[in-house]
Nanobody, 123 residues
Framework: QLAESGGGLVQAGGSLRLSCAVSGRVFSNSALGWFRQAPGEERKFVSY???????SYADSVKGRFTISRDNAKKMVYLQMDSLKPEDTAVYYC???????????????????WGQGTQVTVSS
């Protein structure tokens, strides 16, 4: 199971840190990702981090968001800075148990999903 936290309401230019707690035995060898879904839109890729620590970001968040993981705590984080109103969405964390999945920028690359946490950025 995955459980997100840390969402909320913030003004444009502000910051939020999302956390995702991952239960289960498989963590250190898995990849973790963040996706988001704005009202009326499809769920979209935000960022992922591989078990090696390698990361990737969507162009829309590059330079503003930072993904990290703590294998000992089985946690993945998304630090979001310089937030914009267009970042408003429900944010989901996801886990891939495939060690070298080539599809981590797509939903199909993941096996487990959290319930999501709402992030609202006011202008």
């Amino acid at each position: 199971q995955l459980a997100e936290s840390g969402g909320g309401l913030v003004q444009a230019g502000g910051s939020l840190r999302l956390s995702c707690a991952v239960s289960g035995r498989v963590f250190s060898n898995s990849a973790l990702g963040w996706f988001r879904q704005a009202p009326g839109e499809e769920r979209k890729f935000v960022s992922y981090i591989r078990h090696s620590g390698a990361t990737s970001y969507a162009d829309s968040v590059k330079g503003r968001f930072t993904i990290s993981r703590d294998n000992a705590k089985k946690m993945v984080y998304l630090q979001m800075d310089s937030l914009k109103p267009e970042d408003t969405a429900v944010y989901y964390c996801a886990q891939s148990v495939v060690a070298f999945s080539p599809s981590l920028a797509t939903e199909s690359g993941y096996n487990y999903w959290g319930q999501g946490t709402q992030v609202t950025v006011s202008s």
